[in-house]
């Protein structure tokens, strides 16, 4: 199926608007909303057997040496699957012991702590793997697992899992209210089957654009290693580079210290601006999501960000995420600023392009300068200094701008690629809403 063949087609689906309290023809109203007459509401200990997984005895733990009996923890699942990549293995002699707390190819899995609700297949190198005590068993399973697994996985029972998430303590899904679930069948395999397809389509698309960006990306990371050191140079640029210090070019500032309990704001004031912090860091995306609002009369007019800043983390608890940087280049009329943990690096000199040392903020060579300041210290802080004096080899303004271009092509695929996989998200979620509550029938006359 292509991206295209998603638009619902009116000779392969069947839909009707009506309103909210109307019950169109041939349909009935139920506990889990208006479904076809001839589909079925059932719970899923009627139509599955749920059961739990088993921790290791106290005091024994996992090993990376390679046994017969690997063992699936809620860190491998994934939704739709599991992956292979960390996977860790019960020693020999424990096996005995919770051999019974197996999970095989023919069943899904639910995990019921941690992140709630994750839901997925087994693939055959798991094939009768050992199963976390954080996540449950589906077997026996008496309708098309595929359709059953689209059901768990859909709004109509995630959105039952949110409401029971507790405050506080480490939220648990009881495995008595997992049985519980209620779920709605179509009446035959065969429509069960075909809606699971139609959503196994999405999910290929989807994973095939996963996959394309991974290479892309990929691309990016070689293109800037050779493009930002000058182990590649563009046609037509020989002369030499010079190693210099990012405080030739500009200055890096900190972020605005404000008290939280009379500083900030819940929603924008009129003697507020917004305030980013680490969290809006993303990828080397500055998000607008999650925004605080802090009192404008603290923070000072350098603090004030201006387009091409480049944001750093300076703080953190987690030492990986110390120096991840966001170029800001929001132009959408709001006053912004940013957090004591956050730093700003401002390029002043007409002989830097900011984007290019935001590229270089970006690399390997930078990263390792940071291991190196925060490796002497027990504390995950960086100082303005530490980034005023990070050097590195600058091309003249001219190269610099066609290696900016180069990377940016690059970049806008990569948007791009995003764009259109948010969209086939997007979709796949209005398909689950539609499919799996029959308001659009898969046209198959014999079989429904």
Known sequence: MTEEQLRLDDSKYISEEHSPDEIPPGYKKTEVGVIPEEWKVSSLDSIARVTSGKRLPPGRSLTDNITPYPYIRVSDLRWGGVSLNSIKYVPYDLFPSIRQYRIFEEDLFISVAGTLGLVGKIPPPLHGANLTENADRITDITCSKEYLMYYLMSPLVQNVIDSLKTVGAQPKLALTRI????????????EQRAIAEALTDVDNLIASLDNLISKKQSIKKATMQQLLTGRTRLPGFKQKWKVETLGKFGSCLRGVSYDPTTDLFTTEMTNSVRLLRANNVQKGIVEKEGLQFVNKNIVREDQILRKNDILLCMANGSRDLVGKT??????????????AFMGCFRCESKEVNPRFVFYLLNTKIFRDYIRVILSGSSINNLKPIDIE????SF???????SIVLVLLDIDYELQALKRRREKLKQIKQ???????????RLLDKEAV
């Open 179 to 190: 049985r519980k679930f209620v779920i709605s069948l179509p009446s035959t395999e065969v």
């Open 326 to 339: 966001g170029l800001f280049d929001a132009e959408d009329g709001y006053t912004y600023s940013f957090g």
């Open 389 to 392: 004096g990070a050097e590195f």
């Open 395 to 401: 091309p003249d303004y001219a190269e610099q701008n």
């Open 430 to 440: 209005g398909m689950m809403q539609q499919l799996l509550t029959g308001r659009i």
